[in-house]
């Protein structure tokens, strides 16, 4: 394992880390006190303040909010030599963990690579648009073993511990513990800022490769989904399962938690199905596939409200949901040949979603009537009363990705940032082995 070095920032980076430690944690920021020299004797010493934490920096610019487009340029490469499955940064996005189908966890240094403290050579940058210039800074790595399950009888264990692909990764907002699927069904429970890589505990249920993991807003509990179909809710206090949701019959590909109500998750299966949970009531509400559409899913996202639900399809179309009825709106159809949607994420202007398919990376305007739209009752391009919707496209390319499938996206909670990563996590599609991050800025044209 890799010591980290020391990261120069420019004046842009500096001021967006002013209060940020080395390690990713906040610095509290505490009211200036007097000189004791200057104060009387006589006095009373004040009780400090209390600490606080400046949570307004995390809250994107008021133009990202009301902007009509957005401008994502890719200028970091952080070069992988496998298929990436896993991806989580911290909250302030001052670390970035990768997580590779050889069984390895990266650490990388955000802002460094962003500040360019390290080029590509020629030979790399020949794989890449003109805009990526920087090489991503490498800061560690550790591996992610599977642990074997105790004996019963307290027997000497024989067997050793054996590398596992990173299907799935969740760090703590400030990157003082971690959890990482394995492929025995186990999940590690590690510390990140000190003793880098070092289980303190296996998390153990799952009978199959664990695909999801999301940590819950309060970071006292996580959710986990598996190969096995089972969704599982983990107390990380005392390691032990808190609830099984139970409803979906192929494997989990993708969980997550509502932004404006922490007991309200979605989740997604292989088989197509995406089921609402209320975690106060037993019981699933669950969204519709359309007719003619194939039982496949990979991803699904919330809209920034939390009104709509967006789910990319096999079939190259993205599905709109009211979240309240359970009610298919309509679908965004991707160019012919496009390949299935891996991957679909919301953009803050309540507008615009990203879509990952095979051939590109998508940012789609989800309120342009277009021929790319397909509604119920109508055929595609068509309204209700078969009037034919316009030529219009209500897509850019962004640039970046093509020819491989996506596995993951993250969008920093300022929107200034997006990392995407290329692999197939175990499953069906080629990749590209790329991660880039991702420069963004609104437009208003």
Same mark, same amino acid.
Not at 209 to 225: K, R, T
Not at 316 to 321: I, K, L, S
């Given at each position: ?6 990261? *120069? ?47 307004? #920096? ?48 990266? =650490? ?8 360019? =403290? ?19 800074v490498l800061s560690s790595w ?61 998390? #153990? ?8 993991? *999301? ?46 109500? *922490? ?89 615009h979603i990203i879509c990952a ?11 342009? *009537? ?45 929107? #200034? ?29």
């Amino acid at each position: 394992m890799s010591s980290d070095e020391d990261v *120069e920032l420019n004046d842009d980076a500096t001021s967006h880390l002013e209060t940020i430690t080395d390690d990713g944690g906040d610095i509290l920021e505490m009211e200036d006190q007097p000189s004791p020299s200057v104060q009387s004797s006589t006095a009373a010493t004040p009780p400090p303040p209390p600490l606080t934490v400046d949570n307004t #920096r995390y809250q994107p610019d008021p133009q990202l909010l009301t902007c009509s487009s957005y401008d994502c340029v890719p200028i970091v490469a952080a070069v992988h030599p496998f298929p990436i499955s896993a991806l989580a940064t911290t909250r302030c996005y001052r670390w970035v963990f990768t997580g590779s189908e050889d069984g390895y966890i990266r =650490k990388w240094d955000f802002f460094g690579s962003m500040n360019g =403290k390290t080029a590509l050579t020629q030979a790399q940058r020949h794989y890449y648009v003109d805009s990526v210039v920087y090489a991503g800074v490498l800061s560690s790595w550790w591996e992610n073993e599977e642990t074997p399950e105790p004996s019963p009888t307290n027997e000497p264990i024989t067997t050793t511990s054996k590398l596992s692909p990173v299907f799935s990764m969740a760090v703590q907002s400030e990157a003082q513990w971690s959890l990482t699927g394995c492929e025995n069904g186990s999940i590690n429970l590690s510390t990140v800022r000190h003793e880098e890589g070092r289980v303190h505990h296996v998390l #153990r249920q799952h009978r199959g490769p664990v695909s999801v993991l *999301e940590i819950m807003p309060n970071e006292q509990s996580a959710i986990s989904g598996a190969w096995d179909t089972s969704v599982l809710e983990w107390d990380l206090h005392e390691g032990k399962t808190i609830r099984s949701y139970r409803g979906h019959n192929s494997q989990i590909s993708s969980a997550s938690c509502h932004p404006e109500n *922490e007991h309200v998750m979605l989740t997604t299966s292989m088989d197509g199905q995406c089921l609402l949970w209320d975690r106060r009531v037993p019981d699933p509400k669950r969204l519709p596939i359309p007719e003619r559409t194939p039982p496949w899913c990979l991803s699904a996202c919330w809209s920034v409200d939390g009104k709509k639900v967006y789910i990319g399809r096999r079939n190259g179309t993205v599905d709109e949901y009211d979240c309240e009825q359970q009610k298919w709106i309509q679908s965004f159809r991707m160019p012919a040949n496009s390949g299935p949607v891996s991957l679909v994420k919301s953009m803050p202007n309540g507008k615009h979603i990203i879509c990952a398919s095979n051939d590109n990376i998508r940012l789609w305007n989800t309120t342009v *009537e277009s021929n790319f739209v397909i509604r119920p009752n109508s055929e595609p391009g068509f309204t209700t009363t078969n009037k034919k919707l316009s030529s219009v496209i209500p897509f850019s390319i962004l640039p970046g990705h093509h020819g491989g499938t996506i596995s993951q996206i993250s969008i920093d909670p300022t929107c #200034r940032y997006m990392i995407t990563t290329s692999g197939n996590r175990g499953w069906e599609g080629n990749s590209t082995n790329a991660c880039l991050f991702y420069d963004i800025s609104p437009l208003n044209l």
